[in-house]
């Protein structure tokens, strides 16, 4: 199984910062195939059910605004998140979709003070 | 507009079975592979169980292997989640999902208690 460990665990910023969570995976999630990395982000507001912001590592998903950008391949991946908005409350977690079993991170808490 | 709408969750004892229905629109249900992604109370995500969109392939994680049993209808738009033997470490919101579309139901919760 790919184990994803994410980090860190929570964090509290004020509005208009930067913040960068990190993703690192125990296998590379890099298809040789079509040079994609299959792994997601996902944004989750209290009480309701995940959003997806970034697919293949780095695609943002339509409708997500551009201060939230992916990056990484192979083993590591980031989500930044520019100009950090109370909106931006919420869990945030990473999703490996290159092989069964499917596996997240443990997600992290954004935070804003 | 994609609606995904989750129904069959409650309380039930452990060692009983419970079975969750998830009724798709908006979409062409069976061009997609679907999935199940539980949330255990103040827990992360976890990934339960994926069917292809056909029904020809089917996918679980280990603790759910033997126990659970994920089908579709595509006549009637509809995934299904077969649990038995239920645990109390299955206690969770279960969510009906097609992961990589950002289609996502609003989740059912299961509690599993005697």
């Known amino acids: 199984d790919i184990v994803m460990t994410q980090s860190p665990f929570s964090l509290a910023v004020s509005e208009g910062e930067m913040v960068t969570i990190n993703c690192k995976s125990s296998q590379s999630l890099l298809s040789s195939g079509n040079q994609k990395n299959y792994l997601a982000w996902y944004q989750q507001k209290p009480g309701q059910s995940p959003k997806l912001l970034i697919y293949y590592a780095s695609t943002r998903q339509s409708g997500v605004p551009d201060r939230f950008i992916g990056s990484g391949s192979g083993t590591d991946f980031t989500l930044t998140i520019s100009d950090v908005q109370a909106e931006d409350l919420a869990d945030y977690y990473c999703l490996q979709h290159y092989s069964y079993p499917l596996t997240f991170g443990s997600g992290t808490k954004l935070e804003i003070k | 507009e994609v609606q995904l709408v989750e129904s069959g969750g409650g309380l039930v004892q452990p060692g009983r079975s419970m079975k969750l229905s998830c009724a798709a629109s908006g979409f062409t249900f069976s061009n997609y592979g679907m999935a199940w992604v539980r949330q255990a109370p103040t827990k992360g995500l976890e990934w339960v169980a994926t069917?292809?969109?056909?029904?020809?392939?089917?996918y679980y994680r280990d603790s759910v292997k033997g126990r659970f049993t994920i089908s579709r209808d595509n006549a009637k738009s509809t995934l299904y989640l077969q649990m038995n033997s239920l645990r109390s470490e299955d206690t969770a919101t279960y969510y009906c999902t097609i992961p990589t579309e950002d289609y996502w139901g609003q989740g059912v919760m299961v509690t599993v208690s005697s």
């Open positions: 069917i292809s969109y056909d029904g020809s392939s089917t």
